[in-house]
């Protein structure tokens, strides 16, 4: 614990707790209000405190990427965990199996035969199911299957396999694009229930469009990561503002080597080279007149002007572009009270790739 | 240990022993060839045991950017660091004094009055002076003094603080910028000669244009990081060959959703998004017109050809495009000998941003 930001070493990463404890608060108002459950995407602060918080103001469990992830945030108490990926190969499902074990509630998502199989074969003699969601592709681009009729396919697959239930839809769709992923999610349960199959989740998520989520009259769950922090790309969007940007990149200027360019202690192992359509590295926050315009691994090159000058020692916040990628660089934190005290946090899922 | 690559978990990056150390000596016995000392600079590895295998190849001592680097290092039996970054703050300042006591030789960086002044408070009443050497910028617009005679004040300034010693010129020249650096060092060295300030150091580096390396009849030491792994940005310059890439980046199919797409278990939280110039993400080995064509967090989408089709559950390697930032996201990696067994090693650096 120490008093006030001049006291920690630069680089490092703040978390004013108070905003993100509002982020958490506003989306899950949200949610209640529209009658979505909401299950938040760990990936962004990757830390037991925060699921924590998330749990309390009302999620109904939480999603994870990585098994890995899972297994960092399974001694908090938290006991129902959506692992949103593909499970492949035989040590990651005896680790699911291990996980399921510990858990009240653990599902899993597939979009292809290969992965269903192997799930069924880690769960057959298991004391308990697996739940498995299908990944539908709305749009996104990325995992899922591709039509309404594939979905059913690898819904009766999952049904037909003694360790498994089959759950539900889970999708990622693109931005903006949840009027297409609610039509594409409404075709495959009209399919599921002209089968007899019960679908009870349809699952939506994404942080850049979240303001906007619905049950659409399908949906039922909301997974999200973003939004505790927030970061530039959703200022960008519109979907927050500044001050609801609970994340900050601490640095500090180290080098002023001409009136022009100012160098601080923060480069692509801190702010990543995420650029998520723009040109620049960050957002230096009651400076946005100053750019991030190159980083090399350690150090910031910023675009200084004659009117708005900095000085050495001087430290700068930066909200960056995009902020879970930044928050997963560091083992530590900082949570920063409203006194502006500081208390050093670990990122217990920080590097879980796995 | 395990016995062959099929038994380690996905994604990881995988290190060839054997490629990494032949690296080694190569550029070895290049600078041995042209009279530079060779000072490796460990932020591409992090790693005590390849520090060490420098170390044995012939290197002076080892390179480190940040305090907490060099830290990490100083239990491996290296004696000798040069840390290439202005250290600001109190307390890191207090740290590199600690630093300072525990090894034969010591030395950092400055490119201003206000980094110097606050090394000198650090060691006005150390045991041991601590060198300095000044950096300049030689056309790569990062850190650095702009002109020779800011160079000699900088240096005279420092031979006129009790706790430190002038130890001569470091530059981090412009890629393939060799010759002006070599210019920039002769000019400051005939000046500080006219003043009768010794120079017994002068520094260069960068991996890009490493075969070119010479003294240039001024240049004492050589500073490089990238060469012991190598990666695409190197084999697009002609550096190196794919043969001489050491790192690979381990990743597993886990999703086909279409003919021409492909989903793998790596994306930007373990490629990073580095460009460094291309268009997409890292050169799949064997297979180079399978293209990365993006990256979310934890997901990596391929575009496949009809002609080159894979299979889920089929494991890949890349090669990253900057091969720096990639091997910093692992807390561990494997090692790969001749027979294709691999053993953990723990990545004693890595996130060492302070």
Not at 155 to 162: D, G, N, P, W
Request: hydrophobic share 40%.
């Amino acid at each position: 614990m120490v008093d006030n930001v001049t006291s920690v070493n630069t680089p490092t990463f703040i978390v004013n707790e108070a905003v993100a404890l509002r982020n958490i608060t506003a989306f899950q108002s949200h949610c209640n209000e529209v009658g979505l459950a909401l299950r938040p995407h760990i990936k962004t602060h990757k830390s037991i405190h925060f699921a924590k918080a998330q749990m309390a103001a009302g999620a109904i469990g939480i999603t994870c990427q990585k098994i890995s992830e899972a297994e960092a945030m399974i001694n908090s108490g938290i006991n129902d965990i959506l692992i949103t990926f593909n499970i492949i190969g035989p040590e990651k499902l005896g680790r699911l199996r291990a996980l399921s074990s510990r858990l009240a509630a653990l599902s899993v998502v597939a979009d292809n035969a290969e992965v269903i199989q192997g799930l069924g074969q880690a769960f057959e003699a298991a004391p308990l199911p697996l739940t498995i969601l299908v990944e539908c592709d709305t749009g996104a681009g990325r995992c899922g299957v591709q039509t309404p009729k594939a979905a059913l396919e690898l819904a009766e697959k999952i049904s037909h396999i003694s360790g498994l239930i089959f759950g539900g839809l889970m999708t990622y769709p693109a931005a903006n694009g949840s009027k297409d992923a609610a039509q594409f999610m409404r075709d495959t349960k009209q399919l599921l229930g002209a089968k007899g199959i019960v679908c009870p989740v349809v699952s939506s998520g994404g942080s850049p469009d979240m303001w906007n989520a619905t049950t659409a009259g399908i949906i039922t769950e909301y997974r999200i990561g973003t939004y505790i922090y927030n970061d530039r790309s959703l200022v960008q969007r519109g979907t927050c503002t500044w001050g609801e940007c609970a994340g900050h990149v601490l640095a500090t200027v180290v080098s002023i080597p001409t009136p022009d360019r100012a160098i601080i202690d923060a480069g692509s192992k801190v702010l990543t080279s995420d650029l998520l359509g723009f040109s620049d590295y960050g957002h230096v926050v009651g400076k946005p007149e100053i750019k991030i315009v190159g980083l090399s691994e350690e150090h910031g090159v910023l675009a200084v002007t004659p009117e708005r000058q900095l000085v050495i020692g001087e430290r700068i916040r930066i909200v960056p572009n995009h902020v879970c990628v930044v928050s997963n660089m560091f083992d530590d934190i900082w949570i920063e009270d409203e006194n502006g005290s500081l208390a050093e946090l670990q990122i217990d899922a920080r590097g879980c790739v796995i």
